[in-house]
Each structure stands twice: as structure tokens, then as C-alpha cells.
């Protein structure tokens, strides 16, 4: 079987397709797109037609940076006859039982798989657990082919490093992680990705290795979190600011800077699940990860109660107090809103009875109210009780206090949960993470 070579890339003689147009499928396909034609195919129709209009409904890509890149958009699969590399982006969820959902996997391995040639090679790039690309894709790959793998078509894995909002880490200045089903398709995988990646490749032993690598990353990173989340409520207790801490501690060299925070989103609150459902499978119990998962979990829960606790300080009942709630994307300065804990926290407040307004500049509203029910207000009308900036987007890091004293009783409470306000004389009672 002669292979493909990234010549035939680059010449057009055979060309790539991205399947799954989202945070990362989208950015992917742009970045080749702008070198060599690309295949674009996502199942929702909804995405597909605002991106033949040149809009990317999660925000992550200019119209002028679609414009650049010569992606044929398509929701219908025929699309995929003409491609020879497939790079699936799909995404990697878990149920309400915090178990892995490899649905979208599946279904678009067999979509792939109807349309596989011999020759054709498919990366996953999807964050998944060790040996799920060669335990669970594969065979549905085989299977709706009838070709064999690694003597018909290949395959290979290289996660994906991406990350929203972000202008500096981008695809293209990060060091990108292949791993192929022969020491081959490594290669080949190395000087693909290496047409749009200019930080470097590197080359993972094994497909399980580059698949482990991405989970952990994700996983140490809650588990940091996590950690700080831990130190938070125990500082609380001692009247000190973790903040404060965390400044201090981070002057010595190997002190690893983290900061506590509601960790939601479609990766780091997910992706460490993925792994425990393995090693669950394989009889061990993960300790420390699922702990530092629930600590990061109920942290809702936590601010919640220390926020009723802080309006009855004031002489506040939260039964009708009047609550505003500023940012509900997972992160600052994205607008996915996917798992946001901030959803929690203002549901656990009403559950004391407090009447409570949400705003978020950035995130779609409607998207907002699809998914959650919520209606956000665009201005915040007449004085609150309490206000809790929840997420740290970069209008709410300019403003200032009297930007407050116009929303905020006097006596009332000041919630900032990333501490962006915290080096402000700040004329509330005042409370950080
Ligand atoms: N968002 C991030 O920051 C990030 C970073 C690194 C890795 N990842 C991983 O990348 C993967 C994708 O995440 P995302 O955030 O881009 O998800 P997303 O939901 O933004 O995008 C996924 C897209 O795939 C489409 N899709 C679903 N099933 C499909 C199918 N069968 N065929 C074709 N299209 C299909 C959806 O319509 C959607 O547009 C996940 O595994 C995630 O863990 C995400």
C-alpha cells in the first residue's frame, strides 16, 4: 500500500477534512485552510450554514480569518468521498453519571467509516482515555469498511492543545503531540501537523501515550485547582486571603502558581473522569483524582453558603434579598458556557430564597436560555444586596468601585471570586476566593 505523503497534501492531490466544526475542529481547519483546500464537515446544520456566512458561533475565529481559509463547509457527509486524511474533533463529554459519552466518537468513526479508502489514514484528535482510539474507534472504522487497519488504512492520535480566548498558545506556537499506528504514519503525522505548527512535534512512542498525555494534562490541572480550592476554604477560616497567599508563595522558584476558581467547561472538570472511568475498569479506585473532582465540584455550593452567610452578617435575609451575578462562561473571555458552574451557585442561591439577576457580555443569550432556562438582563437595573463577579472577563477587570456604589447598597456585599478587584479600596464588605 503506497502511503501518502504530505506532498500530496500539499499539492492537492489528496486532501484533509476536519470532522466536528467546534473550539477546536474550527481552528484546526482554518489553520490548514490556509495553506492547502480543506474538507469542513460538521453534523449540525444550524453551524454549518453560519459558517458558509463567515460567522463562527463560538466567537474563537474572525470572519476575516474564515475568509483566508479555503474550507468546503458541508453538513452532509458526501463531502468526506473526497478525502484521504481525516482529522475528527468531536466532541469527548460525560453522562449525568460522570461517565464517559463516546456517542459523537462512535457515530463519527462511522461516518468515516463509509467513506474510507485503502490508503486513507483518520487522527483522532478528541480527548479520550488511553487505548479508547484503538480499543473503540478503530473497530467501528473496520467495521463499517471492511477494510483492515494498519494493512488497508492507518490511523493515528494527536491531542489537541487549543485553548479558547487565548491569543497567545495558539495552534500554531504550541508543541504539538503525534502518534501514529506505525512508526510511518508518525511520521507522516509529524510533517502534516508540522505544516501549520511551527513550535515542533513531538513524536509519542505509542498511540496510548499521546492519549494518556492530554488527559493528564487536564487532570493535574483540577487537581491544582483543586488543591488551591482546598486552601481557600481553609484561609477563609483564618481570615487571610488566598490570593495574598498564593502571591507570596509563588516568589519561591518551584512554587507552581494556580488560583482557586468554579472549574467548569468541556475539558478540565471532564477529561479527568475519562481517566478514572479506565482505571476504574482496569480495578483501581483513583483517589486523589475523584477528591480533588469533588472538591472542585462543590465549590458552588461553598460560596453560596458563604454568601448568605455574609448578607445575614448585614442584617440581610436572603429570602427576597436581590442577588447580581456578573459572568457565567466557564472561563473568562470565551463565550462556552458548557457545565459552567456559575449555573450551580445561582440556583443554590435561590434555593435560599434569594431573588437573583445574571449578565454576561460575552456569552449568546440565547444560547443562555436554551440550555439553562436563564434570561440574562443586559444592564443591571435599580441597587443589590450583593454582587458576585464570577468570571473574570476583561471589562469586569476595568472597572472600578464607583462602578459598584451605583449597583451596590452600602451595606452591601462585594463577592469577586478571582480577586480581580482585590488591590482597590473597596468600600463593601468585600470576599474572594
Ligand atoms: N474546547 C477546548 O478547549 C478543547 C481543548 C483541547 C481539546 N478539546 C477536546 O476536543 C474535542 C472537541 O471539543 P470542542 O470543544 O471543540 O467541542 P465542540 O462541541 O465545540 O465541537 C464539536 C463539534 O463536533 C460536531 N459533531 C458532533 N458529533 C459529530 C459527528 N458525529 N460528526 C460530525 N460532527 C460532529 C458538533 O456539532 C460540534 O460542532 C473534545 O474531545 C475536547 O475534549 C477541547
Known amino acids: 500500500m503506497s502511503q501518502i505523503s504530505v506532498d500530496d497534501i500539499l499539492s492537492g492531490k489528496k486532501k484533509i477534512a476536519v470532522i466536528g466544526l467546534g473550539y477546536v475542529g474550527l481552528p484546526v481547519a482554518v489553520a490548514f485552510g ?140 504550541v508543541i504539538k503531540v503525534v502518534s501514529g499506528s506505525t512508526p510511518e504514519i508518525t511520521d507522516f503525522l509529524a510533517d502534516l501537523y508540522g505544516i501549520v505548527v511551527k513550535a515542533g512535534i513531538h513524536k509519542a512512542p505509542s498511540i496510548k501515550v499521546a492519549e494518556a498525555a492530554k488527559v493528564i494534562e487536564n487532570t493535574q490541572r483540577d487537581l491544582n485547582i483543586a488543591l488551591m480550592n482546598e486552601l481557600s476554604i481553609i484561609f477563609d477560616r483564618m481570615n487571610i486571603n488566598t490570593y495574598d497567599v498564593i502571591d507570596a508563595a509563588s516568589t519561591k522558584w518551584n512554587f507552581i502558581k494556580f488560583t482557586p476558581g468554579l472549574v467548569g467547561g468541556h475539558c478540565i472538570g471532564v477529561d479527568p473522569y475519562y481517566l478514572t472511568y479506565k482505571a476504574q475498569q482496569l480495578g483501581y479506585n483513583p483517589q486523589v483524582i475523584l477528591s480533588g473532582r469533588r472538591i472542585n465540584d462543590e465549590m458552588p455550593l461553598h460560596v453560596a453558603s458563604r454568601a448568605i452567610q455574609m448578607l445575614a452578617e448585614k442584617g440581610i435575609s436572603a429570602l427576597g434579598s436581590r442577588i447580581l451575578v456578573m459572568g457565567v462562561t466557564f472561563k473568562e473571555n470565551v463565550k462556552d458556557i458548557r457545565n459552567s458552574k456559575v449555573f450551580d451557585l445561582i440556583r443554590e442561591l435561590r434555593n435560599y430564597g434569594a431573588h437573583v439577576d445574571v449578565m454576561d457580555l460575552i456569552a449568546d443569550p440565547e444560547e443562555v436560555k436554551r440550555i439553562y432556562g436563564e434570561t440574562l438582563i443586559s444592564e443591571p437595573e435599580g441597587k443589590f444586596d450583593m454582587v458576585i463577579v464570577a468570571v473574570a472577563h476583561n471589562q469586569y477587570k476595568q472597572l472600578d468601585m464607583d462602578y459598584f456604589k451605583n449597583i451596590l447598597h452600602d451595606n452591601g456585599v462585594l463577592i469577586d471570586l478571582k480577586g480581580i478587584y482585590r488591590k482597590q479600596e473597596i468600600p463593601f464588605r468585600y470576599w474572594t476566593l
Open 34 to 173: 490556509k495553506q492547502i483546500p480543506v474538507i469542513g464537515y460538521d453534523i449540525s446544520k444550524r453551524k454549518i450554514d453560519l459558517l458558509k456566512q463567515g460567522i463562527d458561533p463560538a466567537g474563537e475565529v474572525s470572519s476575516e480569518e474564515l475568509k483566508k481559509a479555503a474550507i468546503e463547509f458541508s453538513h452532509d457527509s458526501e463531502v468526506l468521498a473526497d478525502a484521504s486524511v481525516y482529522i475528527v474533533t468531536v466532541p469527548t463529554p460525560v453522562d449525568s453519571h460522570k461517565v464517559p459519552d463516546l456517542g459523537p466518537l462512535k457515530n463519527a468513526s462511522q461516518t468515516i467509516g463509509k467513506y474510507l479508502k485503502p490508503g486513507d489514514i483518520v487522527v483522532y484528535e478528541s480527548t479520550v482515555f488511553p487505548g479508547c482510539t484503538e480499543e473503540i474507534c478503530v473497530p467501528i472504522l473496520e467495521r463499517t469498511s471492511g477494510l483492515k487497519a494498519n494493512i488497508d488504512f492507518f490511523y493515528g492520535y494527536s491531542p489537541e492543545r487549543i485553548n479558547p480566548g487565548d491569543n497567545v498558545h495558539t495552534l500554531e506556537n
